[in-house]
Antibody, heavy 124, light 106 residues
Framework: QVQLQESGPGLVKPSQTLSLTCSVS??????????WGWIRQPAGKGLEWIGR???????NYNPSLESRVTMSLDTSKNHFSLELTSVTAADTAVYFC????????????????WGQGTLVTVSS | DLQMTQSPSSVSASVGDRITISCRAR??????LAWYQQKPGQAPKLLIY???TLHSGVPSRFSGSGSGTDFTLTISSLQPEDSATYYC????????FGPGTKVEVK
């Protein structure tokens, strides 16, 4: 059973870069059956898809965040990462990492496996 | 981006009731639609993918239907543990989530 665990600073200053890592156990991020992604949720609000990365390193980002987002993989550590630059208070949210289905195998990009989420607050 | 709408925004029903939640896409998405359940303080859980395929381990009282722009999540016999917020997600190349439907079990 795959498990995902987010880690990173819980507090980031405005204009700085938010950096999170998702450690994966029970599965290899090299698996071609899945993508690896990030989703966030401001307190009391809905879910916002941030982006996903494939084992090849190819990425797809939310157009509204694309200019500030970078995702990467570290296969040697079996983890993947998120960087979000120039953060503001609007980026305060719980950030979830996730394993994303491949449409080739599952018919869509649905998300069967999620980390527990980590709260990141942007404040000076 | 492709906006998703859900109705109702909230519903209150009794144990054993059948409830339906609707999700609409602004343009056709085939069957690229997933449904999630989220309880407070927890990550969402996948219920349905590809519009009508039940995710492994999900009780059979949950079902999904639809294609194109209109989709439905049905809970055939509501249970106390079904109290949660339910989100649809258009699960194609650039996913977006619906605003959620809060379900209260009386």
């Amino acid at each position: 059973q795959v498990q995902l665990q987010e880690s990173g600073p819980g507090l980031v200053k405005p204009s700085q870069t938010l950096s999170l890592t998702c450690s994966v156990s029970g599965a290899s991020i090299n698996s071609g059956n899945y993508y690896w992604g990030w989703i966030r949720q401001p307190a009391g609000k809905g879910l916002e898809w941030i982006g996903r990365i494939y084992t090849s390193g190819s990425t797809n980002y939310n157009p509204s965040l694309e200019s500030r987002v970078t995702m990467s993989l570290d296969t040697s550590k079996n983890h993947f990462s998120l960087e979000l630059t120039s953060v503001t208070a609007a980026d305060t949210a719980v950030y979830f990492c996730a394993r994303v289905n491949s449409p080739r195998d599952f018919g869509d990009y649905s998300i069967p496996d999620w980390g527990q989420g980590t709260l990141v607050t942007v404040s000076s | 981006d492709l906006q998703m709408t859900q109705s109702p925004s909230s519903v209150s029903a009794s144990v054993g009731d059948r409830i339906t939640i609707s999700c609409r896409a602004r343009q056709g998405i085939g069957t690229w639609l997933a449904w999630y359940q989220q309880k407070p303080g927890q990550a969402p859980k996948l219920l349905i993918y590809a519009a009508s395929t039940l995710h492994s381990g999900v009780p059979s009282r949950f079902s999904g239907s639809g294609s194109g722009t209109d989709f439905t999540l049905t809970i055939s016999s509501l249970q106390p543990e079904d109290s949660a917020t339910y989100y649809c997600q258009q699960a194609n190349s650039l996913p977006t989530f619906g605003p959620g439907t809060k379900v209260e079990v009386k």
